[in-house]
């Protein structure tokens, strides 16, 4: 799978979006961007994924550049419930069943 | 429906000693995994099953770790002698999977809550 660089923690004030960014230029052709979240004592929580075209649901919007290098994760109306560390994870959807998880980023949403 | 059950959620144990720990996932999950998460990283796979066969193990999961999945439903993941390093949170989750083993479909999972170890 391929690597991907997330920053390791951001704030957003409650209300506005959250914009978080992920690097993952050795990504190939056939691999997935994924973004799962975990809430503090809670296991991680699926938000959304995408190939190359945008992607959005109840949750969130995925952007994924046109080069595929990077994407940036929007929640459009964060609350205070959005804090969690996120995790930006690059897949392919054919024989390979591990999700590889970085670090994430640590997201604080400030009142 | 309840989600991916995890039972005990937290066990505390000396060095040594013997733990199990149960997972119920989905219902209608086939796919099963098991992960360890340890303080400030993210999730390490361990392995996975399908239906009752594993199919994949880390080389994480030394000789004294062993996971099972008798009947295709719950899982059990046990770990002998325990040691101070095993201290981690262990997680399960599910997903319902298509086609053959070649053929992943899209990787979303449902977790539990997890089980936290602490080897003393």
């Known amino acids: 799978d391929a690597k991907t660089t997330q920053p390791t923690s951001m704030d957003c004030a409650e209300g506005r979006a959250a914009n978080l960014p992920c690097n993952h230029s050795?990504?190939?052709?056939?691999?997935?961007v994924y973004w799962y979240r975990q809430i503090h004592s809670q296991g991680p929580q699926y938000i959304i994924h995408?190939?190359?075209n945008n992607e959005t649901n109840e949750m969130a919007s995925l952007i994924i550049t046109e080069d595929r290098k990077s994407s940036t994760l929007i929640l459009p109306h964060a609350t205070l419930r959005d804090t969690a560390v996120y995790y930006c994870?690059?897949?392919?959807?054919?024989?390979?069943?591990?999700?590889?998880f970085g670090t994430g980023t640590r997201l604080t949403i400030i009142p | 429906d309840t989600g991916v059950s995890q039972n005990p959620r937290h066990k505390i144990t000396k060095r040594g000693q013997n733990v199990t720990f149960r997972c119920d996932p989905i219902s209608e999950h086939n796919r099963l995994y098991w992960y360890r998460q340890t303080l400030g990283q993210g999730p390490e796979f361990l392995t996975y099953f399908q239906n009752e066969a594993q199919l994949e193990k880390s080389r994480l999961l030394s000789d004294r770790f062993s996971a099972e999945r008798p009947k295709g439903s719950f899982s059990t993941l046990e770990i002998q002698r325990t040691e101070q390093g095993d201290s981690a949170m262990y997680l399960c989750?599910?997903?319902?999977?298509?086609?053959?083993?070649?053929?992943?479909?899209?990787?979303?999972?449902?977790f539990g809550a997890g089980s936290r170890l602490t080897v003393l």
């Open positions: 050795t990504i190939s052709g056939n691999e997935y």
């Open positions: 989750a599910s997903r319902k999977g298509i086609g053959g083993q070649q053929y992943s479909g899209a990787n979303v999972l449902t």
């Open positions: 994870i690059v897949r392919a959807n054919f024989g390979n069943e591990k999700l590889t």
């Open positions: 995408g190939l190359k």
